[in-house]
Structures are given as C-alpha cells and as structure tokens.
C-alpha cells in the first residue's frame, strides 16, 4: 500500500531547508551509499554526511517525521535506519531497484520520499513505484510524503529540466506486515473520524478495544 501524507514540512520550514542546501558542494555521487545492483542503476547526488548544514537539516527533518502523527499511524516507526539528502539534475535517475533488506544493521520495512522541491520546478523525476496492482508515478507537492513498502521494485524516472531535491529515508516497523499495517492505519483512520462527531461511545470503546488488540497481536517489538 502507497500513502501519500500532504504538509508535513510547513512553507517557511522548506524554504529555510532548500536554503541551507542550495550550495550543490554540499552534494557527493550517490553511489557512495548504494549497495549491489542499485549501485549500476544510481545516477544522482546525495548530501555529505560531515557537512554541518546537510546534518542540521536531516536532524530537523527526522525529528519532524518522528513526530508526524500520520507518519507514525502509517508507519509506525519503531527506528529510523536513515535519512538521505538527494538531488537530482537534469541527466539524473535511479534505475528500478530494491532497496536494502538491512541498513546500518536496521530491517527496512518502509521506504518514503520526502519532496522538498516544487513539482513545477522540475521535469520528469516521478518516483514510479510497482505494486502488485501495476505502476504508480509519484510527483507531490513539496513538503508532502509518499510511504511504501521496501519489498516493492521502484525508481527514479530521469530529471530532463530543473533540479529536484528529496528526503529519503527507511523505517523499521513495530508491525512487519505491510498488510497489517495497512488495516491498522484504516482503522485508526476511520476512528479518528468517529471521534469528531457525537455517535456510540461504546461502539467507538469497542472498535478503540479491537484495535488495541490487533495491535498486541501484530507487534514486532
Ligand atoms: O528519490 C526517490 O524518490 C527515491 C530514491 C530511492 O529509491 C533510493 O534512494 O533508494
Ligand atoms: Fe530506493
């Protein structure tokens, strides 16, 4: 399952953020931190992990995600395995891949992009990612996510105009099963939904009582 999560980095936070990393020095190859295959199929820049300003910004946004309330019910991030800066210029692309298993001795669960440029600033660049159901091309609005599950093949299609820059990151789940997770943020979904309007408290006890349930049986932690 994709979940795409509107303004989880407000304006003024993005703006402060491009800033801090406009200088392209604060950029390196990606394929310093690709492994295997994805290594031949990466073409892109990743920020410089020493940098001071490429470290503030990725400490900014990994306690915002941290927080997010949606990222979290979807996610349910038991540990951040790492956050990455990428850009991509015009030329760049990351070939279909699959991400790690392990990174930095962490199970990847949940893979997300973070977009940090305007989609009209850039060309191409979609993130097209295969579910079972097919192809989906993901282009979204700067400050918004995407999350997935790492077990699908995924890429970057080539940049052909402007310069796009993203977070990108990997997340072990408390609850391993995309499938799970998936009925789990439905329900929780739905149950906030119930909470904004006078109904059957004790429908909405049993429905919270069921989730709370699942949750026990499901947790990987
Ligand atoms: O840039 C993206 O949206 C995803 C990049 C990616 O797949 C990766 O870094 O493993
Ligand atoms: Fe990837």
Redesign the pocket.
Known sequence: MLTCIDGVIDAPTLAAVREQLADPARFQSGAATAAGR?RQVKHNLQGVDTDPQVRGVTRLLERTLWEHPVFRAAARPRQLARLLLSRYEAGMA?GT???APQIDGVRTDV?FTLFLSEPDSYEGGELVIESGAGEDAIKLPAGALVCYPSSFL?RVAPVTAGTRLVA?GWVRSEVRSAEQRGLLFALDSALARLAEQPGDPAAIAELSNIRANLVRMWLDA
């Open positions: 994805a990351y891949h699959i991400d893979s995924h990108v």
